[in-house]
Nanobody, 127 residues
Framework: QLQLVESGGGLVPPGGSLTLSCAVS?????????IAWFRQAPGKARERVTC????????NDAASVKGRVAISRDNVKNTVYLRMSSLKPEDTAVYYC???????????????????WGKGTQVTVSS
């Protein structure tokens, strides 16, 4: 069973940067696997931040993070990263990575299409 474990969350001051990691186990990133980052703030719906396809194509979804996030994948370490910069208090949320077997450049557009989820890591942006 494919498993995902997020790490790297924490307390960051406004304007700071953070890199989250999503370690994939029991499945090789060399295969057709799309990975997405979602986030959910208290009282708000889950939103997709960004997605990377098995071929490395990136889809950035959340307009609120445009230009401030970068997703990447390291197929050797079997890990996907989310680099966030110029963080704002409104970026405070639990961040989840999700995975689904998807060919080439395809990133599933809806959260319900992703079968595999991590437990999330808390990011708090506050002074």
């Amino acid at each position: 069973q494919l498993q995902l474990v997020e790490s790297g969350g924490g307390l960051v001051p406004p304007g700071g940067s953070l890199t989250l990691s999503c370690a994939v186990s029991n499945f090789s990133l060399d295969k057709d696997l799309a990975i997405a980052w979602f986030r959910q703030a208290p009282g708000k719906a889950r939103e997709r931040v960004t997605c990377i396809s098995s071929t490395g194509g990136v889809t950035n979804d959340a307009a609120s993070v445009k230009g401030r996030v970068a997703i990447s994948r390291d197929n050797v370490k079997n890990t996907v990263y989310l680099r966030m910069s110029s963080l704002k208090p409104e970026d405070t949320a639990v961040y989840y990575c999700a995975a689904e077997e998807s060919p080439s450049t395809f990133c599933p557009p809806f959260s319900s299409w992703f079968r595999y989820w991590g437990k999330g890591t808390q990011v708090t942006v506050s002074s």
